[in-house]
């Protein structure tokens, strides 16, 4: 008898368990890509460059802050007045001016590939396979949290949908927080549902308490869920309140809000023992002003509006006008047909709460509604209720219900089965798009040999690179963190040779630590001036059409000991 229950359920799980081993392969092949990122490319590079500077110079010397610059023992001096021009860290907010490290996100997600790197570990592969484990995780507590509400069937197809979307294969193996993001929520999903359904009315449980760590582990690590999960847990005991099977607890209602405070407050002593006090309330309170309202838009509604609807066009590829419209029919479609047909189908107010919870974090920080990645707080609500309307829709179909529909029925099913074909047809054709353009999100492969050239110039393991041209639009724009990833030096970039000859100067006398200097521009005068002015001396070359002169152990502080 038992063996017979093994093999059914192994039965009713194996599309999905085949799904995943699809994914997996797939995924775990594309990670192996040298040129080929996820879609936060610019953020995954930054994971790299960042952990580096944790694994080498110690996780509490960096102050568990993110650092998203290129490795250098140099790099410490981009944080004095002098040199912040430099600086890519605090940007937006404006209200203290540029710093180097980050303070606008908790840094936790860092911290897995941090200890890796810090046992040796260098190939991006192992990072990316890290990520893809996280999200290939999460996706098997989406199957199981939608089990636990429904059955196998609609937990497939709601996995299906959510899995082979290019919102779940773009990021899947993305080195900033999205892959962690995803398992820690979908796991609280599950758990708050084990705890509803095995301890009844019991206010607090081992699985609340579970859920509770997990909770605090997500809120230093990500910000995308903190208010998903709370409102989920709130929503979810509202919905059993109004049904009737339990009290909602005001004591469990705060016993979860103290998981995402209590690691906010950490990472305000991070930003304080940075920052101190003064520059602290700054730096927060201009945060909150440019992710709250920087957005296009003639009125408040209309930009907290768009924002809030933004994320479902990255997740269903459906336009924004269309979005919401389309979800409707497909909620009330589901609502109407799913009494004709006797299943367990998952409760609508359930899927009602996934909408509300997945809304509040774009439509309150307005500006991430903009971010591709966060349509993926959409997923659990739109996913459910696509894969229950397609189930749905096909037992409809065999049972051949539709014979007996009444004018009604008739005119329901003519909006949702168009809308239901609609939404699956808009992420299919997007989904094979991608495919086809495999490993996805390359970096030039021109570009990606020069800069290797360029950063072994030097064998020693700390060197800078001053890149000087004259074609920039700013005076010190940002490297792209790729470019540093490549050439694994501290990239330098400056307008004119002016400001080259008083920054590198200055470094050079400032700095207590040698490291040589990798001098790159593309007028072979320029490189006469400089080197002239600075009395620098080296072996000059050339790489592809670029004039490079690498100067051994600049700094004057040490030579002259």
Not at 103 to 110: F, I, K, Q, S
Not at 214 to 236: A, N
């Amino acid at each position: 008898m038992l063996k017979k229950g093994i093999k059914t359920g192994m039965r009713a799980h194996l599309p999905f368990i085949i799904f995943c081993i699809l994914l997996s392969v797939y995924l775990g092949t594309k990670a192996f890509s040298e040129r080929g990122w996820s879609g936060w490319t610019e953020f995954s590079a930054q994971t790299l460059l960042s952990t580096e500077h944790w694994a080498k110079e110690g996780f509490i010397k960096n102050k568990f802050l993110f650092i998203p610059t290129g490795y250098s023992k140099v790099t410490q001096y981009l944080d004095e007045p002098e040199m912040r021009h430099h600086a890519r860290g605090i940007v937006s907010g404006g209200l203290i001016g540029k710093r180097l490290y980050y303070t606008h996100y908790p840094g936790g997600y860092l911290i897995p590939h941090a200890l890796l790197m810090k046992s040796g570990v260098e190939a991006r592969p192992w990072f990316r396979l890290i990520s893809l484990s996280f999200s290939l995780a999460g996706l098997v507590f989406m199957y199981l949290f939608v089990s636990s509400i429904s059955t196998p069937a609609v937990a497939f197809v709601s996995s299906l949908y959510y899995g082979a979307s290019v919102m779940f294969l773009d990021f899947a193996d993305s080195l900033a927080n999205q892959p962690l993001d995803d398992l820690l929520k979908f796991v609280i999903l599950f758990l708050s549902v084990l705890a509803m359904k095995r301890y009844g009315k019991k206010p607090l449980n081992r699985f609340h308490i579970l859920a509770w760590a997990l909770y605090f582990i997500l809120s230093i690590s990500s910000y995308d869920s903190t208010f998903f999960i709370f409102l989920w847990l709130i929503g979810l005991d509202l919905a059993i309140y109004f049904s009737g099977k339990r009290e909602f607890s005001l004591r469990r209602w705060a016993f979860f809000a103290s998981a995402p405070v209590l690691a906010f407050g950490l990472q305000m002593l991070q930003n304080f023992w940075y920052l101190g006090w003064k520059d602290m309330l700054l730096d927060i309170a201009g945060t909150f002003v440019i992710r709250a309202n920087s957005v296009p838009g003639n009125s408040f509604i209309e930009k907290h509006l768009d924002s809030l609807l933004e994320p479902s066009y990255s997740l269903m590829n459906i336009p924004v006008e269309l979005t919401l419209g389309v979800i409707l029919i497909l909620l009330a479609g589901f609502i109407f047909f799913k009494k004709i047909t006797a299943y367990d189908w998952p409760n609508p107010a359930f899927i009602g709460v996934l909408l509300v919870a997945g809304s509040v974090f774009t439509l309150v920080f307005s500006f991430t509604g903009h971010f591709d990645y966060e349509g993926r707080q959409w997923a659990p609500a739109v996913s459910i209720l696509t894969g229950a309307s397609t189930v749905l829709l096909f037992m409809m179909i065999r049972g051949k219900i539709f014979k007996g529909l009444g004018g009604r029925a008739a005119l329901i099913a003519a909006f949702f089965i168009p809308a239901l074909a609609f939404t699956w047809y808009m992420q299919a054709s997007r989904t094979v798009a991608y495919l086809r353009l495999w490993p996805n999100n390359v970096f030039e492969e021109q570009a990606v040999s020069y800069l290797k050239k360029l950063g072994s110039v030097s064998k020693s393991d700390d060197a800078v690179i001053f890149n000087i041209q004259p074609d920039f639009k700013k005076l010190n724009p940002q490297p792209n963190p790729s470019e540093e990833y490549y050439s694994g030096r501290l990239i330098l970039n400056f307008k004119n040779t002016a400001d080259f000859i008083k920054d590198y100067g200055w470094i050079r006398r400032r700095s207590e630590y040698p490291f040589d200097s990798i001098i790159v521009t593309p007028e072979k005068n320029i490189m006469i001036e400089a080197a002239r002015s600075l009395s620098l001396s080296g072996e000059l070359r050339k790489i592809d059409d670029k004039y490079v002169l690498m100067v051994e152990r600049s700094i004057d502080r040490a030579s002259s000991r």
